[in-house]
């Protein structure tokens, strides 16, 4: 949702109170958004280390070989695809920067820079890595344009307040035909449907907006990207 009040994804201004409040709902597309009052949250409060260690995930840390385990899938599907066709890539919301650390694997030449608005995970990665990980804004990053082969947003989309500004930017600093590849939930799945507000995606203030299929590919279209794949591993 937008300032207007709009959708951010079809530009609709119809949207509905859904789960007592709790969400609105866009009737042409399906995208549902976090009610406004949210958008006010302090969000380095939110994601302070105590997110990853408690709040959000028990210990990120400790499930590392887990979740580097499911990076090398992805980017051995990757690799696959693009051969070594990537010298400078960005991913945004880098944790503890273990998807950087497996990218060293497939793509030893590639040169990563890392986004984390949370500092303790940021450091770890710096120190414990050798990661370019920076707790820094990503927009306030002075990035060429036309600079960057492939940008990652691993479940990052939905915790943005407006992911539109992110895609504009991200859609100027590629080169042409790079690649920008998120995951995110799809609310228009039937399990969400089934199970409604019980849905485990559904918790603002850290998932403030919840895409369809359609809707994701509508934001993605009108901001400059061609839709290449979407896929439910």
Not at 16 to 31: A, D, I, Q
Request: charged share 20%; net charge neutral.
């Amino acid at each position: 949702m937008n300032k207007n009040n709009t959708c951010i994804c079809c530009g609709n201004s119809t949207l509905k109170e859904v789960y007592n409040g709790l969400l609105m709902r866009c009737s042409v597309c399906g995208h549902q958004v976090a009610h406004p009052r949210f958008f006010t949250t302090d969000f380095h409060e939110v994601y302070s280390e105590d997110y990853f260690t408690g709040a959000e995930y028990l210990d990120y840390v400790n499930d590392r070989a887990a979740i580097q385990k499911n990076f090398d899938k992805r980017l051995k599907q990757i690799q696959k695809k693009v051969g070594d066709n990537m010298t400078s890539v960005v991913e945004i919301g880098a944790a503890y920067g273990f998807f950087g650390d497996s990218l060293k694997i497939y793509f030893p030449a590639c040169q990563y820079t890392g986004f984390e608005i949370s500092p303790e995970p940021a450091a770890w990665a710096r120190k414990q890595l050798q990661l370019d990980v920076r707790n820094e804004d990503y927009l306030l990053s002075d990035i060429p344009k036309s600079s960057i082969d492939a940008v990652f947003m691993w479940d990052v989309v939905e915790h943005l307040p407006d992911p539109e500004i992110f895609l504009k930017k991200i859609s100027a600093e590629l080169v042409s035909g790079g690649r920008l590849y998120l995951t995110t939930g799809d609310i228009g799945r039937l399990l969400p449907a089934l199970q409604g507000r019980r849905w485990r995606m559904i918790h603002p203030p850290t998932h403030l907006h919840y895409f369809t299929k359609k809707s994701m590919q509508q934001l993605l279209k009108k901001n400059g990207f061609n839709i290449i794949q979407v896929s439910y591993p």
